[in-house]
């Protein structure tokens, strides 16, 4: 049996405001496995993020249970979050950039050495003393990529990461995603509002209804990885395609 990274049983989350309670999320129940791929697909306002955030430990749910690694979620080195801007200090070089998570941490070891390692990774060698001004919107993210595993987190939660990027570009990080994911072993939960993107990456695919979001069904992707602009190409993936698609507007009736 596979082990189980990431459990919730009926998580809700409703936020008080002045004009009243917002309840954006309601008796999500869902189990993700070790090393796996997937992604949450949804509505804009379905609390996809939200969801994201209680996983993360930024915020606490209003009902139910959530563990990550068999703990209660709360921000530590085994999570690790990354967003849609890549939120780089301009006044850093890469390098040090990759470096902050291990100052502000404290951790042991050889972090330039793994930094470095890192930054080959995600192809970026020979780019340690740029700054952030000097690269593109995708380089930056791979900069931001290096920067999440540099504390080597079991679960990567990823809001978004590539959605303000153009398509091509966006097309080649989602498959670097996935090379990375498989190399790493890491668990990885990504927030996306692409249909595409979620079957292209994903081992398999949460469907939300729109808010307050509940958990509408789930979609298998039963493609390997690492996987290449090929496999967008089959009949296998237009159905998934499909399947999704007739899920998220079954969703919305």
Partial sequence: MPTTMIRTEDIGKTYVTTSGNVVALE?????????????LLGASGCGKSTFLNVLAGLIPQSNGHAEVGG?????????GMMFQRSLLFPWRTVLENVLL??????????????????????????????YPWELSGGMQQRVALARVLL???????LDEPFGALDEMTREALDLELTRIATLTEKTVVLVTHSVYEAVMIS???????????????????????????????????????????EL???SES
């Fill in 27 to 39: 008796g999500v129940t869902l189990e993700i496995h070790q090393g796996e791929i997937t992604s």
């Fill in 71 to 79: 703990q209660p979620p709360r921000p530590r080195q085994q999570v």
């Fill in 203 to 245: 081992d398999r695919v949460f469907v939300f209804t729109p808010r307050p979001g509940r958990l509408a069904g789930t979609v298998n992707v039963p493609f390997g990885r690492p996987r290449d602009l090929a496999t967008s190409g089959t009949p296998a993936f237009a159905e998934k395609v499909a399947e999704v698609r």
């Fill in 151 to 157: 504390p080597d987190p079991d679960v990567l939660l």
């Fill in 248 to 250: 998220m507007a079954g």
């Fill in 101 to 130: 998570p291990g100052e502000i941490m404290k951790l042991g070891g050889d972090m330039k050495k793994r930094a470095a390692e890192l930054l080959e990774l995600v192809g970026l060698d020979g780019w340690e003393d740029k």
